[in-house]
């Protein structure tokens, strides 16, 4: 036990390390030219939040969505929509009510209601009322939202298992292959009734969720539906055109795995098959720096727009919010991604899976320090902006499409104090006056102002806080 704690503390030791090896003060030098991609979103995924505080009143589902949309918010305009599969309601392949097994479930909040509850009974559209109040809400608050139709599983009685949750074997596919078709209209079907009825076109359709793992078993813990990389192919052959001849401008997302690995996998099995899709979809629970630049490489050689799709993290206190912010610092410098989306906005019993705490059943709500963290990049990065390219792992910075803001962000995520010197004289005629906002374990989105000199601002950075700073180009 004592050789593992070392371990363990010395594993701890070696982190702190490797986000304090620069020799402080640091100067880095601001190059305008240096530009990577423009910005489309940030988003976050509705499964499962949005069924659970869809059914809570007027007032406050309307403040929920705003914390989210406003662009004085979260300024998120990206959002996922989780078409569910559903279980038996007879729960006859699988232990009632799974989902939420003590110790081992997500909760009865991950019971997705499907809409087609067996293979002969009509659509049932109020199936998913409360995952479907929060998106037209959302649609009302954000006109220029981008809508994205997801799904973690087939309806149960397509499967092999009879249980939306997975397969006997978590390393076997699930989706029997002679019910590919009438899974592929099952999504049709509901993406038209979208556009149709609700007004909500969604612009991309992705079939699976994180398909290549072992983690979809019967009787789990949320609906998951293992899919081999060639199955996947296999599928997308036939959903692909389906899709065209149903009318729909939506196209093909794929593939949406867990790890970046993964990823490269399925992309090298794809091939030419990726001639199908609009979009490549990644989750980055698990990526090295060097696996997020080869698929950022792929991914532009098959001509396909990048977007991290899904992602989070453990933790405890400011210290996980801003070891998660490091990560969406690392996917937007190296994998570069168009698009960046959370996993959950809004959850129980935590403060690092969501950026909302919440008591579902009493209705309570409140803004988590994660929040405040999370904002100090998405509130002033906005959508059209470009990152620029900058050597340094912990600073983000973008340039405004008119190119007259530049936001710099910069993460300090040790308990040590830092001092970072930027330079911006490639840049001409800033502004003196340099608005700053701040996170930290006493602050939060804290404002403040600061002055540059001669185009060089020098900042510094108390230990465990993130600040943004605003710079005026005249």
Partial sequence: MRRILFLLFFLMGMTYSSLSNVQYPLSIKIDPSLRNQTLEGWGVSLCWWGNMSGRWTEEKIDTLVHWLTSPEGLNYNIFRYNIPGGDDPQ??????????????????????????????????????????????????????????????????????????????????????????????????????????????????????????????????????????????????KVLYPMLQESGLPTVLSSSDETAVGASLRDIQVYGSATRMLGQWNVHTYKAT???????????????????????????????????????????????????????????????????????????????????????????????????????????????????????????????????????FSLLKRLSSSVQVYTTSRTQSLAADTQQMSDNVLSVTLNPQSVSTYLISVE
């Fill in 91 to 236: 729960w006859r392949n699988c232990e009632e009510h799974h989902m939420g097994k003590p110790g081992t479930g997500k909760g009865l909040r991950a019971e997705m209601p499907g809409f087609k509850v067996y293979p002969d009974s009509p659509y049932d559209w109020q199936a998913d009322s409360a995952q479907i109040k929060v998106l037209l809400k959302i649609k009302q608050a954000r006109p220029d939202a981008i809508f994205e139709a997801f799904s973690n599983s087939a309806p149960w009685w397509m499967t092999v298992s009879g249980c939306c949750a997975g397969h006997d074997n978590p390393n076997k596919d699930n989706l029997a292959p002679e019910n590919y078709e009438a899974f592929s209209q099952y999504l049709i079907d509901v993406c038209q009734y979208f556009r149709d009825t609700c007004g909500i076109e969604f612009r991309t359709l992705e079939p699976f969720n994180e398909p290549y793992t072992n983690y979809w078993n019967r009787s789990g813990s949320q609906e998951g539906c293992h899919f081999d990389p060639e199955s996947q192919v296999k599928l997308l």
């Fill in 289 to 423: 720096n060097e696996e997020r630049e080869a698929l950022r490489d792929s991914v532009r050689r098959h001509g396909l727009r990048l977007w991290m799709s899904e992602s989070g993290d453990g933790g405890r206190g400011i210290h996980g919010n801003l070891r998660m912010l490091q990560r969406l610092f690392d996917d937007m410098r190296l994998m570069q991604p168009v698009a960046w989306v959370d996993w959950q906005y809004a959850e129980e019993y935590t403060d690092q899976w969501a950026l909302v705490g919440t008591r579902w059943a009493e209705q309570k709500y409140w803004k988590l320090k994660n929040y405040f963290v999370r904002q100090q990049v998405t509130r002033f990065i906005r959508q059209g902006y470009t990152f620029l390219d900058v050597d340094d792992a912990q600073t983000l910075c973008a340039i405004s499409p008119d190119e007259r803001e530049i936001v710099l962000v910069r993460l300090n995520n040790t308990r040590q104090p830092q001092t970072v010197t930027y330079d």
